[in-house]
């Protein structure tokens, strides 16, 4: 049975869902961020600023554990309703566990990823 509107014409209505797949869709590293970027965040200043996007979206959690095991840095944000995740440290740290992170989601976990990128 349809739903009808006030004319009493049926109206169709569509229900959309979002099934992301295993991936990795963002790996960046900002080398010398300006002060701002910090200060818009509420993260300390500490170099360089790494930021991740992954679904599914709790991947974020194993994101942010891959990376603090593999280099200092600290996680500057982590959301696991959005996939999420920003870590701050010096520029190799970060891109050291930006590597990290995406190779063991794509070796060990099989996810699609991207390469690393710096700016």
Do not use: C
Request: hydrophobic letters at 45%; zero cysteines; a negative charge.
């Amino acid at each position: 049975m349809g739903i009808f509107d006030d004319n009493s014409q049926q109206l169709n209505r569509v229900i959309e869902e979002s099934v992301p797949g295993k991936q990795v869709t963002i790996a960046h590293v900002i080398a010398a961020p300006v002060t701002d970027i910090y200060e818009r965040l509420g993260i300390d200043n500490l170099g360089a600023i790494g930021i991740l996007t992954l679904s599914p979206y709790e991947t974020a959690i194993i994101a942010a554990d891959i990376a603090t095991k593999a280099a200092q840095v600290e996680i500057g944000f982590l959301d696991r309703f959005t996939g999420s995740v920003v870590i701050a440290g010096d520029v190799d740290s970060v891109e050291t566990a930006l590597q990290a992170v995406t190779r063991t989601l794509h070796d060990l976990m099989d996810f699609t990823t991207v390469e690393v990128t710096k700016t």
